[in-house]
């Protein structure tokens, strides 16, 4: 017999020797790691919460299509489609799962099939000698008009680099320090006995085996009511407490530290717009609009125009967020205020942005502007007939318009 299998048949003894013990302690607790997947990554907080607020950003938005001089063309079938993609999903779930899978995977595949739009699932990519991208879905080709690859890019150019990708590592540390504090609560915390003996343990020792048994049994008929167990122990024989091996201040330690983390793979820092949505919502939402928000907007109005309209078309699918939709209502009149005082918008314009019907009378669609935004010597000039309605003679030009 070589050293090899007298080694294995060693360790399968010690194995056979250890059932014993297993038999009497039979519930153990493990922790092990946890492997981040499409399905649990979003049981990670602060994932969640940051994935909210950038696919929100982009569920609000409104598509609109806009030709090669920017002008609005109204009903197109193409708004539609994106309004209305297919009978299980709405525009705004469309746009926002559209959001998250490019934020997580890296990339997602959105296919036009007659008026309906979808996004496909594992889709296999690939260049040919004359670079030409081919498509493939469950073995069966898609003609690559039908169908787009939508990339957060790094460094491939056949493929994009998501969250599940960049921040696996630090995710996957995160959602196991996570776990960890979690079970140990939900548990009511972790308590362990340490059971010494004297004597040697004896597998033959059938005595020796029922008195741990019988200790087993009554620790564990300890409940949550307060219970007080006696377990009276003869000579040689103690239990101590183990403390747990979880330190819970190391753990939020790490996690302070490293969740944080996560938002850089987003394309925020977390520290810098958790400090301005205490301070200005309106800054924090521009800073997420413009870090995030903004470069994912651009790239999904490229290739949604490509897909609906082809590379001859100089028709152009647009995002348009109203930004002042994340700002408070007091914030909402103050713009409207000033923008009507500097004559960038009239009085019906602002009515509607803060949310009442317009009046759609002369006055109110009319450009108003107040005499301390005009330099001195423009201010006769400014008070004419042109503005005031008077009768030139500047007589009516000392009040405030």
């Known amino acids: 017999m070589g050293l090899k299998d007298r080694f294995s048949n060693f360790l399968y003894k010690q194995v056979e020797k250890r059932g014993w013990f297993e038999d009497i302690f039979s519930n153990t607790i493990r922790y092990g790691g946890r492997y981040v997947n499409d399905e649990n990554i979003l049981e990670s907080s602060d994932v969640y919460e940051l994935l909210q607020d950038i696919s929100n950003q982009m569920m609000l938005a409104e598509i609109v299509m806009e030709d090669s001089e920017g002008n609005e063309i109204k009903n197109h079938p193409a708004v539609k489609t994106l309004r209305k993609p297919n009978n299980y999903l709405t525009g705004s779930e469309f746009i926002k799962l559209m959001t998250n899978t490019y934020l997580i995977q890296g990339e997602v595949f959105p296919i036009l099939d007659g008026d309906r739009l979808h996004l496909a699932n594992n889709v296999y990519t690939e260049i040919d000698d004359r670079l030409i991208e081919h498509f493939k879905i469950g073995g069966t080709d898609i003609p690559s008009f039908m169908i787009r690859h939508v990339k957060n890019m790094g460094t491939n150019h056949i493929k994009g680099v998501g ?14 320090a996570e776990k960890v504090l979690t079970e140990k609560y939900k548990k009511g915390g972790l308590l362990a006995f340490l059971l010494e003996l004297d004597a040697h343990i004896n597998p033959q020792n059938a005595a020796q085996s029922k008195l741990i048994k019988a200790i087993l049994d009554q620790l564990e008929a300890i409940d949550e009511s307060r219970s007080v167990k006696m377990i009276p122990l003869g000579k040689g024989y103690k239990i101590d407490t183990l403390e747990s091996p979880i330190d819970d201040q190391k753990t939020l330690a790490y996690l302070n530290v490293y969740k944080k983390d996560l938002g850089k793979y987003l394309g925020v820092n977390v520290d810098t717009y958790t400090a301005l949505i205490k301070a200005d919502l309106e800054k924090a939402m521009m800073y997420l ?40 209502y007091s914030t909402k009149t103050n713009i409207a205020y000033n923008m009507v005082r500097t004559m960038i918008t009239s009085p019906d314009d602002s009515r509607e942005m803060l949310g009442f019907s317009r009046l759609n009378t002369v006055e109110s669609s009319k450009l108003y502007i107040s005499k301390d935004l005009i330099a001195g010597e423009d201010l006769k000039k400014a008070t004419d007939d042109s503005l005031k309605g008077g009768d030139g003679n500047g007589k009516k030009g000392s009040e405030d318009i």
């Open 289 to 328: 609009h413009n870090k995030a928000v903004k470069p994912i907007m651009k790239n999904f109005e490229d290739h949604l125009s490509l897909l609906f309209f082809g590379e001859n078309s100089d028709k152009r699918i647009k995002f348009k967020i109203n930004i002042l939709d994340f700002v408070p």
């Open 163 to 176: 969250l599940l990708q960049l921040g696996k590592n630090t995710l996957e540390g995160v959602m196991s």
